[in-house]
């Protein structure tokens, strides 16, 4: 009788506190959905701004999320979800043989868009902004990444590319192809300025360095107004040419010389081509430097910077070449940006662009290439196809990104292998060790004095 009195009472309490934690989250998502869905803002007659309140779907919306975290807590519990288990070992198998092809079916396809969607201009230009952020994904993945360093202030090298493209175009008539290894050098010194004063930094601390930093160019942007004409931006910033072949109508044009009718999407397909280069770049740049040895030292880097320390390895210029190489790239993709738009200003240049990049290394997966491809793609690609449902497209957008960092919290893709390891076991000399044990001990003894 005993027994059957504490098993109802176990469920009794399961149940309790099943409905506690439920009602927790519904709390919480009125809070955060009272003003984002609860309320909805209207032009009226005269041009002023009207609210008009939506409770019932505020109403249902709570309700759901009540519902859906009750069930989790009375089924799931503390368990989290294994969705290992619903996979077989042979499919498992097959799909990693076959992961091996994914990149190469992606690059396929990627050189096959302009042919396929010649006549789309719109998917046109959004294979170039995902190519854009794909590129900006990948140099990001250096400094997070691979060696291990929250910067969220990023983009501030991407409009140092960008504003170091239209400066010197505009001052000194240098063509694109002059100006894009200029503007990544601008942009990688300034990721060596910026890599002095955070060397002694890590986590949460380095994270507000880096994105005062980025707040800092900006400010710099908008009030400088006689180099970089403030809020008003640059105009007329000068297009690529094919190697001194304008994409225009004249006898000189690239239509003209290569005895092509004229068409405006010839610049487009330029322009997608040529950010696909530079994609390919820094993907092939960023893959031979994890198999050298600072590529090593970054990856030791983001394990365990003592560790790192005690093997030797100088995290000083660890650091700063992780921040240069990413600030040079991010140089690169703000040249293109510039060159592109022909128009660039401060506003391009926010904390959002940050935090959107970011957010494609950390659900591709820190250190995965084809996850950061994949989760540009997705990313970018979801905005566009929800923006007939702009009111709850941001919405989605979370709620992915929450399923993602549950089931998937290391990314869709997601690796921690080393660049290089042994294949076999090798025997190390016992002397070798124990040098190597009274160097630390008198290294972290010297560091404790």
Same mark, same amino acid.
């Given at each position: ?104 079916? $992606? *690059? &396929? #396809?990627?050189? +096959?868009?302009?042919?396929?969607? /010649?006549?789309?201009?719109?998917? !046109?230009?959004? =294979?170039? %902004? ?62 060596? $300025? *910026? &890599? #002095?004063?955070? +060397?002694?930094?890590?986590?949460? /601390?380095?994270?507000?360095?880096? !994105?005062?930093? =980025?707040? %800092? ?62 994609? $390919? ?169």
């Amino acid at each position: 009788m005993s027994v059957l009195s504490e098993h109802s009472t176990g469920h009794r309490f399961d149940f309790l506190t099943a409905l506690k934690r439920a009602l927790l989250s519904a709390l919480i998502a009125f809070g955060l959905f009272s003003l984002l869905i609860g309320i909805r803002t209207d032009t009226g007659p005269t041009g002023a701004l009207v609210l008009t309140g939506r409770p019932a779907l505020l109403a249902i919306i709570v309700g759901l999320v009540f519902a859906g975290a009750l069930v989790r807590e009375l089924i799931l519990r503390d368990r989290g979800i294994a969705l290992g288990r619903f996979v077989s070992p042979d499919l498992l198998a097959r799909a990693q043989a076959l992961g091996k092809f994914v990149g190469l079916a $992606l *690059l &396929g #396809f990627a050189i +096959l868009v302009p042919i396929i969607f /010649y006549h789309d201009r719109y998917l !046109l230009d959004l =294979g170039i %902004m995902i190519l854009t952020y794909v590129m900006l994904g990948w140099r990001l993945n250096i400094v997070v990444g691979l060696a291990g360093l929250l910067d969220l202030g990023y983009v501030a090298f991407y409009a140092v590319g960008a504003y170091s493209y239209a400066l010197l175009a505009e001052n000194f008539g240098f063509s694109f192809w002059i100006c894009l290894p200029l503007a990544g050098i601008l942009a990688s010194f300034w990721g060596i $300025l *910026l &890599g #002095f004063p955070v +060397l002694r930094l890590r986590g949460d /601390y380095l994270a507000i360095v880096t !994105l005062a930093f =980025g707040e %800092m160019i900006r400010l710099v942007l908008i009030n400088w107004q006689s180099l970089t004409h403030g809020p008003d931006g640059i105009t007329g910033v000068p297009r690529p040419t094919f190697f001194g072949l304008p994409f225009n109508n004249d006898d000189g044009g690239f239509a003209h010389t290569f005895g092509l009718e004229w068409s405006p999407l010839h610049r487009i397909v330029f322009l997608y081509y040529l950010i696909l280069v530079l994609a $390919l770049v820094t993907n092939l740049v960023t893959i031979r430097l994890r198999r050298l040895p600072i590529g090593r030292a970054w990856e030791a880097l983001r394990e365990d910077e003592i560790a790192c320390r005690s093997l030797g390895i100088n995290t000083t210029n660890t650091k700063l070449t992780a921040f240069a190489m990413g600030a040079m790239f991010a140089g690169f993709a703000g040249s293109f940006f510039a060159t592109r738009q022909g128009f660039i200003s401060p506003e391009s240049f926010t904390f959002t662009e940050s935090a959107l990049v970011l957010a494609i290394v950390v659900l591709g997966g820190m250190g995965s290439q084809i996850g950061v491809a994949v989760a540009a793609a997705v990313m970018l690609g979801g905005f566009e196809f929800f923006r007939e449902f702009a009111q709850f497209r941001m919405l989605v957008f979370g709620l992915a990104m929450v399923a993602i960092m549950i089931w998937r919290p290391r990314g869709l893709v997601a690796t921690r292998t080393p660049s290089i390891f042994l294949n076999r076991e090798k025997d190390i000399n016992a002397d070798l060790v124990r040098r190597a044990r009274t160097k630390t001990w008198s290294w972290r003894r010297a560091q404790h004095d």
